[in-house]
């Protein structure tokens, strides 16, 4: 099984797909006279929206559950993979890959907002949807649907929940039985709860833990702070192969941290619109600034946390092609969260095991929990045509299944099969959020324009030529910016209700 996996990952992440994410993120940043840099202190803006609606969730929230598929087990155990594999230079190109997808993130989320639905009384949306409607290749918009539920509903479910049950194992004694059973009856407490528990649920959890974990690692650095300067200019030169020690894998460095920096972020990858789809907001620009925001916090802080205390600490291995040792800095842990926990622990003796234990379970539950609003998503798509309620109670069966099935097999395997399904949705997504850029930059120089006039931004997707944007119709863009107006006039409290 893992011959024939890995030897459909070389074929789905073959160098063609790793220069494709470089290369597309790049052209829409120029494209878009780097927005994500122009529009940062807007992003922030935006994402504090508080408004909503019986169909809906804020802005924040769909934040919150983007970032809960997105902040998982590659930000911990992912870069340390890429490290062993690819060496420091890897963080590098990590970096890179969040920096430029930034673009590619608020091209498929905002046109994930322009093609959006009402389905059984909630939004829904993503790139099956813009792809129908935009592209009008309802046979392409079928094949991604179908790919995603059976990536995000089967095959990514096992890497978050393997690498519970290991991190877990190793700080507690916990065997992957148990730790099985807990995450089944959790899980399915929240998914049987519909999307609102589900937004709910991201919307206290991730902000908690991804800033909890950025708090402990800051501490970590300062402790060393000494060692950061040598740390950062190991991975600018390693990322160059400049480096002496690692200058032979120059190229593993990239490929490691192309493939992990879009396993970790996501952006263009397709899993961002969906969520953000289900934001009501009054221009689907707003929400794909939002969204760009989302890969600086998964790639930037979190991953960058993860990279500085293994290259501080030194407790992290390298290794050549064929398997040589090119740098041994921890004896006996395989890659992956191992690393981080023995890292905290040389560090905060009785705390650093269990704390990436903790760290790691809300990281990967929280993915676990956005897989399955991904794959409901494309249920719901595929039930505009079919109508097959059932379907949605076997996603359910499914992903519960795949999550106590990922806690008991093994590391290798199960990333093997992570890779592949992030791997073909990649693909899918990328290819059509080429063609179709136009109409995502079309809304951006809207947004830009509207706002150079003093007004607060409203949609109208027939003045900008654009077709089969059904949910905007009539004065659906004014009625969204009222209520939004309302929430502003409102408390705190009452704004998130």
Known sequence: MNELVNTLNGLV?????????LGVGLYFSLRGRFLQVRHFKEMIRLMFNGRTDEHGITSFQALTMTLAGRVGTGNIAGVATAITFGG???VFWMWMVAFLGASSAFVESTLGQVYKEKIDGQYRGGPAFYIEKGLGMKWYAWVFAVVTVFACGVLLPGVQANSIASSVQTALGVHPNTTAAVLAIILGLIIFGGVKRIARFAEFVVPFMALGYILVACVIVMLNIDKLPEVITLIFKSAFGLDAGFGAILGLAIMWGVKRGVYSNEAGQGTGPHAS???????????????GFSVYVDTLFVCSATAFMLLITGQYN??????????TGIAGVAAGPGYVQTAMENIMPGFGNIFVAVALFFFAFTTIVAYYYIAETNIAYINRKVNRPWMTLVLKAAIIGATVYGTVKTADLAWGLGDLGVGLMAWLNIIAIVLMHKTAFVCLKD??????????PVFHPEKLGIKNADYWGGHRAEDNLAEEKAVELQSPVESQR
Do not use: M, N, T
């Open 13 to 21: 992440w073959s160098p063609a797909l790793i220069y494709l994410c």
């Open 88 to 90: 420091p230079g890897a």
């Open 277 to 291: 789809s289900a934001a009501a907001v009054s221009h689907p620009a707003k929400q794909g600034l939002v969204q």
């Open 318 to 327: 390298v290794q050549a092609p064929d398997g040589s040792a090119l740098f």
């Open 447 to 456: 947004y830009e324009a509207q706002q150079k006039e003093g007004k607060e």
